[in-house]
């Protein structure tokens, strides 16, 4: 795939296919969304889709990177449980919006078959949000709230992922509760 | 969907379909597996196999739980640290499989559209997973080596996301060394 080309788009139809694309996402589930419905909706022929994007989930992924997903800001207050535990019940807050979850699940579904998606989804979406949240634990680390030996991109794992275990495998519900345990059993140990 | 009837099977119709599934599978991504790939491969018509099966998902659930996907016992030799070191890593070589892992990614995909299969996966393939680890964390914490006031289960998340959040996001690779970092960070804690 070549890169898309912004001298030859149209920003005008540009924008009708990425608001195509989330209205759809809205209306049914990703897997049900076409190049073709996405089109049809944009009032665009379906070959100028092609031209730009190679997938749904392409155009999908420069939607919601173009509208920015919230802030990006990570609280810093001095206390990192409260920091955490207020970013953190943010991620709950998305996972639990209908219209969030569905292009969120959508897009890791179809990174699963799509390198080229599953880098996209990496570098534009997950990498800024770890990156913030390294930066405020590291201050955490230098103001001796949080152990120095331990590298805080594993933290970052360590407290988010059973977020994400609970939205892909749908085995409990996404709760703020959640958040309250994973805060205590990761800060303070599961040790004896 | 009306649950499949066994007495109206052909059970050599049936193995020809799931083994027909299941090598399609390690042939290509599951996103490019189609219900005509499958009839043509194991030599049925279509309507066959959509008389017993809603997906293409639902034949590869019913395919991995057929075969079983390895054994199902929990490690005890007293050691609870060198138990879980011992099961993770079963879990990271499974990941490592890329037969295993197109399979999960597949079926871990089709479950973000389709909450019948992510009930499946619940029932058939996670839970019985995560019953035996509750099973052994609740004897290391009548033996004293885990924190009582936890709930296992939420151990059992804690300790297991991080190697899923990695499968499925795709942000580094799932390694060995990933199983020592999340002990150390989560039976010893991050607090310094």
Redesign the interface.
């Known amino acids: 795939m070549t890169p898309p080309n912004p001298d030859r788009r149209s920003e005008r139809a540009r924008r009708a296919i990425l608001d195509a694309a989330l209205e759809l996402c809205q209306e049914q589930?990703?897997?049900?969304v076409t190049m073709e419905g996405i089109a049809k909706r944009a009032g665009v022929g379906k070959q100028t889709i092609y031209r730009w994007w190679p997938s749904k989930a392409a155009i999908l992924l420069e939607a919601i990177t173009d509208r920015g997903t919230g802030t990006l800001d990570f609280p810093d207050t001095g206390d990192i449980v409260a920091d955490l535990r207020s970013q953190m019940s943010e991620v709950v807050r998305a996972f639990n919006d209908p219209m969030f979850a569905a292009y969120n699940?959508?897009l890791?579904?179809?990174?699963?078959?799509?390198?080229e998606i599953?880098?996209g989804?990496?570098k534009t979406i997950?990498e800024p949000r770890?990156d913030l949240c390294i930066e405020r634990l590291e201050k955490a680390?230098q103001a001796?709230?949080?152990?120095?030996d331990?590298?805080p991109r594993?933290?970052v794992?360590?407290l988010?992922?059973?977020l994400?275990?609970?939205l892909?495998?749908?085995?409990r519900p996404v709760t703020p509760d959640q958040v309250d345990?994973?805060l205590?059993?990761?800060?303070?140990?599961?040790?004896?």
Chains 1, 2 share one sequence.
């Open positions: 589930p990703f897997a049900g699940r959508g890791i579904a179809a990174a699963q078959s799509d390198p599953a880098a989804i990496v997950i770890v680390q001796g709230a949080v152990r120095r331990l590298d594993d933290i794992e360590l988010y992922a059973p994400y275990y609970r892909l495998l749908h085995t345990t994973i205590k059993l990761s800060f303070t140990g599961i040790e004896a």
